[in-house]
């Protein structure tokens, strides 16, 4: 049942049905119900009302009707008792309550309307062209004449003739070298062909694109998918979100396919913003009596923090929903042109990293029992570089993510992220673990219930960023860490007032990250 919420890329029978439904205007409905209501099974359940025969007003329309927190305690009306996995009951008053929502047709908090194009999207396929610079090198001659020993000689005539020099133009290198090798009567097969360029040439951004015909060739390595909503302009989409950032890249619409998406979170996530830091102080301040050691520390902090509010910097909106006003000198990027996937296997020598949402990315404590009821596996775990972001796809939403602190191994189920320049990972780090930014995950996020929601890379490369300049990155990071220190090394105080700094340390992160304080005018009072 979940696939016939996800995208075709990720499960193409499924989408095609789901197609096939919804272009033909049958589907009139979707309620969501809560989980726990049937005994083999406590997953979520979803009714799809599909009919071929739609009121005038439902014609080319879905409702959705959120009826997931609509339930009673118990296995059934006449009992409280739990049936296996039956947990939660309808009572008549909940049906009735369903189904008048549902005839009303009415959009509300528990009951939207959508266009049934709302939920298709064209996988746009975009290229970008291969770009080899040419070097002979002992090494690279080696590797070639061990596999085709019998063109040695020819490799030594093209090592005359073209010498060590890089050549970054293939287009010229290629029939000079054609030309040599025809001149002393070799005739080379296409498979040696193909691994001499393979074993001589290496990918080069600076170096010229490599010509097909009247094209150039594409590079498989710098191919991406765009996910563009079926209301959306594919060209003005391609030239507002893709020209800018890859001058060279171009559409192949003989891979374009059209898919739909159905996704709840989207549409009924509730995000609840961080509460404002004095309103967090006044409860520490009540807390007094229960932990009056913890609270003197927290009252430095306190002011500090609140003396380096400055509400002279000059903010902008940031066209980013997640986002409120930002300064007006930062940017703001998708995550596609500040990450790349890793997807990198086959080094089981390398250390184990785990991800939690407490700790972040820490090195993985196995028993020995453990390690050899593994060890089979390790050739599938992805590898992690240092530095890397790295987060649980079922618990990116919650928060689970952080920075590979060195070279690693991890879950195949986790996606790797690795940097591209612009962002430093340690201010990502912290970013990627605020409320705000947790909500927006969980909103792109897919499954039935909460607690298996996946974020997967597609998704996550879409979440639009902020990107202050470089240095008060590094502003920002070394304010968190310090006050962070302050706020860890409570560990003996009261359960309410350890809930409390929590609290109040997300919702300082949240400002630090998003600009809403100025780290400079907060370290000075501080020190003062």
Not at 80 to 95: E, F, I, P, Q, Y
Not at 270 to 291: C, F, G, H, Q, T
Not at 408 to 423: E, H, K, R
């Amino acid at each position: 049942m979940a696939h016939l919420f996800s995208l075709a890329a990720r499960a193409p029978g499924e989408s095609e049905i789901r197609k096939w439904i919804i272009e033909n205007d049958w589907l009139e409905a979707i309620i969501a119900l809560p989980e726990q209501m049937f005994y083999n099974t406590g997953i979520g359940t979803y009714i799809w009302i599909v009919t071929n025969r739609k009121e005038k007003r439902r014609k080319r329309k879905i409702q959705l009707l959120d009826a997931r927190d609509i339930w009673t305690p118990g296995g059934s009306e006449e009992s409280k008792r739990a049936l296996g996995d039956k947990r939660r009951h309808l009572t008549s008053a909940h049906v009735e309550q369903i189904v008048q929502l549902y005839g009303r047709f009415e959009n509300g908090d528990r009951s939207k309307i959508f266009d049934n194009d709302d939920f298709g999207y064209t996988r746009v396929t975009v290229e970008r062209p291969l770009r080899l610079r040419y070097q002979m090198t002992d090494v690279s001659k080696s590797r070639f004449v061990k596999v085709c020993p019998a063109l040695a000689d020819d490799i030594q005539a093209i090592d005359d003739a073209c010498g060590r020099a890089p050549e970054r133009n293939w287009n010229v290198v290629w029939p000079r070298i054609q030309n040599l090798i025809h001149s002393r009567g070799s005739r080379w097969k296409s498979p040696e062909q193909k691994l001499f360029r393979t074993i001589f040439t290496e990918s080069d951004p600076d170096a010229e694109p490599v010509a097909a015909g009247k094209a150039n060739e594409p590079d498989p390595a710098l191919r991406e998918c765009e996910i563009v909503p079926l209301k959306e302009d594919i060209v003005g989409y391609f030239e507002r979100e893709v020209k800018p950032h890859v001058f060279d890249a171009w559409m192949d619409h003989s891979k374009d396919t059209v898919g739909y998406e159905i996704n709840f979170n989207r549409y009924f996530y509730k995000y609840a913003p961080p509460r404002p830091l004095e309103e967090i102080d006044s409860d520490l301040k009540r807390a007094e009596e229960d932990a009056s050691r913890l609270l003197n520390e927290v009252m430095v902090i306190t002011r500090s923090l609140t003396s380096g509010v400055n509400s002279k910097v000059e903010l902008r909106e940031s066209g980013v929903s997640w986002l409120d006003k930002i300064p007006a000198n930062w940017k703001t990027l998708r995550a596609a042109w500040l990450f790349r996937e890793r997807d990198e296997r086959g080094e089981p020598e390398l250390p184990l990293l785990e991800v939690s949402i407490n700790a972040g990315v820490a090195l993985r404590e196995f028993s020995n029992d453990q390690i050899e009821n593994t060890a089979a596996d390790f050739n599938t775990y992805k590898v992690a570089r240092k530095g890397d972001i790295v987060f649980n796809k079922m618990r990116m939403w919650q928060g689970a993510v952080g920075v590979a602190p060195e070279d690693g191994l991890v879950s195949p189920d986790y996606v790797v992220a690795a940097p591209t320049g612009n962002l430093s990972t340690e201010y990502a780090g912290l970013l990627f673990r605020i409320p705000a930014f947790s909500a927006e995950c969980g909103r792109r996020s897919h499954g039935i219930v909460w607690d298996r929601l996946r974020l997967y890379w597609e998704d996550f490369r879409e979440i639009q960023l902020p990107v202050p300049p470089p240095e008060e990155q590094t502003a920002i990071v070394t304010h968190i860490a310090s006050k962070s220190a302050l706020f860890d090394g409570s560990g003996a105080a009261a359960q309410r007032t350890i809930t409390l700094l929590r609290e109040r340390r997300a919702a300082l992160i949240a400002a630090a990250v998003t600009g809403q304080i100025e780290i400079g005018a907060t370290a000075e009072a501080a020190d003062a």
